[in-house]
């Protein structure tokens, strides 16, 4: 095992190429994945990715106080999922995947005037 000061270890270039990262397309990643002697098998058939709640809002460019009020929940509960102390129950999941597909027509259904969007960035 090697030993690394914390300093030494700041003082250290990075050996990860970021542009390439940012570039890369899903199947750059399949592709990269099933090259990789060490990677995990195939994911179980009833698997399903669940963008993680800071992503998906990251992702549609609200605050935590927007998606929360979008979302028609308090602000603390939103927080409280978003940094994982509290587990997301199978309606919220649901919830969520149908905002992450359809984010428009979610907001839309959720908002107390019909067809009005909450404001996005």
Known sequence: MARISLNDLRSRASTVDRARVEAASEADILAERAADPDAPGDLPADARIVEPPRALRVRLGLTQPEMAEALRIPLGTWRNWEQGRTSLEPA?????????????????????????????R
Not at 92 to 101: G, H, K, M, P
């Open 92 to 120: 919220a999941l649901s919830l969520l995947r149908i905002v992450a597909r359809e984010p428009a027509m979610a907001f839309a259904s959720l908002a107390d005037v019909p067809g009005k969007a909450p404001p996005s």
